[in-house]
Structure formats: structure tokens, C-alpha cells
């Protein structure tokens, strides 16, 4: 991991900031860019070994991706942090704030306990190239499923009409049941596998449960946020350690790229979720993924 470059860390955090974000698996794309290049990319950016420099790196990494949530989101930070102390000072749950954050912290759990008891047994077991590339095509197939299924006769088809407010976006997010923000959040725990995409699944698990494209967008990186946070943060102490050795510039270049892609990304989504739908990103996904597993397979 000495040997990491500038341009390998840079590259690496680009596809981090959009990837994360963007329906496609920032963790799929972590172990399968390395590997289609293949040379010293796949040699020393492996995700699967026990004590994973590059883990750390791109771990490490999430903490860049989460500012630029936060600083895109701001207000809406204020608002639910000031809520959640609302709540606890006068016991309470009714302005938009207050049911922001507590179906934001109802949404988290699944995926924190989760992800502390079967993070490092998912990793090592399937993060290769070829169930990763497996992965992707069942992301695919995932977004898509999703998409057809909300217009089923059966399925309410919710208004797709904008709203040029964003507080009213957070309004109607507010008025979503707790027990459906459970259901929703915990679908991130399959982004434990890599090729499954946080943001791709909570998307769809909202879809399903009635919200708007722009709504399931906004909730799910809302929810993200937290997580990819905490991710970043648990793994920062590995950077200052042997494993950060030498490569202190690089995890800076990283993060910055890191940084500004996620922002741009986080930007143009919300306002493609407006009015388009994951089928796109389903397509590439499914492509990528059995283009990906048909050449490793067979080189």
C-alpha cells in the first residue's frame, strides 16, 4: 500500500464520492476497478484480506463523502438535530424535525448491529471480483424489480408532481410511518454485500412503501449520512497506524476528490429524481456487472 499513487488515490476517490451515492455500489466498484485493470491495482487494492490497507483507505474515505452530504444538507441537519433534542427535553414527537430524527435513528439500528456483527465475515468471504460482479447484476435486477413493481395496479402510485419547497419534501418524509422508516432503513443491510447499493436499495424499499422518486432519494441519503460516517470514522484510527504508512498526501488527494465528486452527485441526483427513475441506473448495472463477471471469468 506504500506504493499507492496520487492518480490511483485520486481515481479511487472519485469513483468513492459518485458511486456511494449514485444506485451502483461504491463498495462493487471498489473491488472491481482494480481487478479489470488488473497489475499492481489488483495486487494492492484488495478489499478481502483480514487487515486491509486499502480498506482503510477507502473507508477512510466515507468521512469525506459524509461532509459533503452534510454540508449539501445542512439545514436539514439543523433541523433534525435541533429536533431530536426537542423531542428528549419536552418528551415529545410532533414537529417535522423531531420525526426526521427519530426515524432517521429507527432507520440506523438494523444496519448498525448488522453491519458490527457481519461486516468483516461479508468482506473477507465475498469481496472478490466475481461474487461482486454477481452483486451488481443483482442490484440490477433489484432497481428494476422495484421500478415495476410500484406500478402494479395494485400499487398506489404516488404524486409525482414537484415541489419547488424543499421543506416540503421534508414534511411529507416526516409524515412517514415509524415503522415504515424501519423497513426502509433496514434495507441497507444488503449493502453489506458488495454490489449492493446503499443507496440503491433504501431507494427501492421506499419506492415500495409509497414514497416519490424525490422522496426515497432525499431519505435515503439522509439515512446514508449516519452510516457512511460512522463507517469512516471507526476506521480512521487504522490510517494513523501501520497501515496509513507512507500514504498520509494520498488519503488527502483521496479525500478531496472524494469530496467534491460526492457533492456533485449528491446535486444532480436530487434533481434528477425529480422526474427520472432508476431504470438507467438498473441497466448499467446489470451490463457492468455480467460484462465484469463474463471477463473475469474467461481471461
Same mark, same amino acid.
Given at each position: 500500500?506504500?506504493?499507492?499513487? =496520487?492518480?490511483?488515490?485520486? %481515481? %479511487?476517490?472519485?469513483?468513492?464520492?459518485?458511486?456511494?451515492?449514485?444506485?451502483?455500489?461504491?463498495?462493487?466498484?471498489?473491488?472491481?476497478?482494480?481487478?479489470?485493470?488488473?497489475?499492481?491495482? @489488483?495486487?494492492?487494492?484488495? $478489499?478481502?484480506?483480514?487487515?486491509?490497507? =486499502?480498506?482503510?483507505?477507502?473507508?477512510?474515505?466515507?468521512?469525506?463523502? @459524509?461532509? @459533503?452530504?452534510?454540508?449539501?444538507?445542512?439545514?436539514?441537519?439543523?433541523?433534525?438535530?435541533?429536533?431530536? =433534542?426537542?423531542?428528549?427535553?419536552?418528551?415529545?414527537?410532533?414537529?417535522?424535525?423531531?420525526?426526521?430524527?427519530?426515524?432517521?435513528?429507527?432507520?440506523?439500528?438494523?444496519?448498525?448491529?448488522?453491519?458490527?456483527?457481519?461486516?468483516?465475515?461479508?468482506?473477507?468471504?465475498?469481496?472478490?471480483?466475481?461474487?461482486?460482479?454477481?452483486?451488481?447484476? %443483482?442490484?440490477?435486477?433489484?432497481?428494476?424489480?422495484?421500478?415495476?413493481?410500484?406500478?402494479?395496479?395494485?400499487?398506489?402510485?404516488?404524486?409525482?408532481?414537484?415541489?419547488?419547497?424543499?421543506?416540503?419534501?421534508?414534511?411529507?418524509?416526516?409524515?412517514?410511518?415509524?415503522?415504515?422508516?424501519?423497513?426502509?432503513?433496514?434495507?441497507?443491510?444488503? @449493502?453489506?454485500?458488495?454490489?449492493?447499493?446503499?443507496?440503491?436499495?433504501?431507494?427501492?424499499?421506499?419506492?415500495?412503501?409509497?414514497?416519490?422518486?424525490?422522496?426515497?432519494?432525499?431519505?435515503?441519503?439522509?439515512?446514508?449520512?449516519?452510516?457512511?460516517?460512522?463507517?469512516?470514522?471507526?476506521?480512521?484510527?487504522?490510517?494513523?497506524?501501520?497501515?496509513?504508512?507512507?500514504?498520509?498526501?494520498? %488519503?488527502?488527494?483521496?479525500?478531496?476528490?472524494?469530496?467534491?465528486?460526492?457533492?456533485?452527485?449528491?446535486?444532480?441526483?436530487?434533481?434528477?429524481?425529480?422526474?427520472?427513475?432508476?431504470?438507467?441506473?438498473?441497466?448499467?448495472? $446489470?451490463?457492468?456487472?455480467?460484462?465484469?463477471?463474463?471477463?473475469?471469468?474467461?481471461?
Amino acid at each position: 500500500m506504500s506504493t499507492l499513487s =496520487y492518480l490511483e488515490a485520486t %481515481v %479511487v476517490g472519485l469513483f468513492q464520492g459518485v458511486t456511494e451515492l449514485f444506485p451502483v455500489s461504491s463498495l462493487g466498484h471498489s473491488v472491481l476497478v482494480p481487478a479489470l485493470i488488473g497489475g499492481r491495482w @489488483a495486487q494492492d487494492l484488495n $478489499v478481502s484480506s483480514p487487515e486491509s490497507p =486499502y480498506l482503510a483507505f477507502i473507508v477512510g474515505l466515507h468521512v469525506a463523502t @459524509a461532509a @459533503a452530504l452534510l454540508v449539501f444538507f445542512w439545514r436539514d441537519w439543523v433541523q433534525i438535530i435541533v429536533g431530536f =433534542y426537542t423531542s428528549l427535553r419536552y418528551r415529545r414527537l410532533q414537529t417535522t424535525g423531531e420525526r426526521l430524527a427519530w426515524l432517521i435513528i429507527i432507520g440506523t439500528i438494523p444496519v448498525g448491529v448488522i453491519g458490527l456483527a457481519l461486516e468483516h465475515t461479508f468482506r473477507t468471504t465475498l469481496g472478490k471480483p466475481i461474487p461482486a460482479a454477481a452483486f451488481l447484476v %443483482v442490484n440490477g435486477l433489484i432497481l428494476y424489480g422495484g421500478e415495476r413493481l410500484r406500478r402494479r395496479p395494485d400499487h398506489a402510485a404516488p404524486d409525482q408532481s414537484l415541489d419547488a419547497d424543499p421543506g416540503g419534501i421534508d414534511d411529507r418524509l416526516a409524515r412517514t410511518s415509524l415503522s415504515r422508516g424501519l423497513l426502509i432503513g433496514a434495507a441497507q443491510t444488503l @449493502a453489506l454485500l458488495p454490489g449492493i447499493s446503499r443507496s440503491g436499495v433504501t431507494m427501492t424499499a421506499g419506492l415500495l412503501r409509497g414514497l416519490t422518486h424525490d422522496e426515497a432519494a432525499r431519505f435515503s441519503f439522509l439515512l446514508a449520512t449516519p452510516v457512511i460516517l460512522a463507517a469512516g470514522v471507526l476506521k480512521i484510527p487504522d490510517l494513523f497506524g501501520p497501515l496509513g504508512d507512507g500514504i498520509g498526501g494520498q %488519503v488527502l488527494a483521496g479525500s478531496i476528490a472524494s469530496f467534491v465528486s460526492a457533492y456533485l452527485a449528491v446535486a444532480f441526483l436530487t434533481k434528477y429524481f425529480h422526474t427520472r427513475t432508476l431504470t438507467p441506473f438498473a441497466v448499467y448495472c $446489470v451490463l457492468a456487472g455480467g460484462g465484469s463477471l463474463l471477463w473475469l471469468t474467461l481471461r
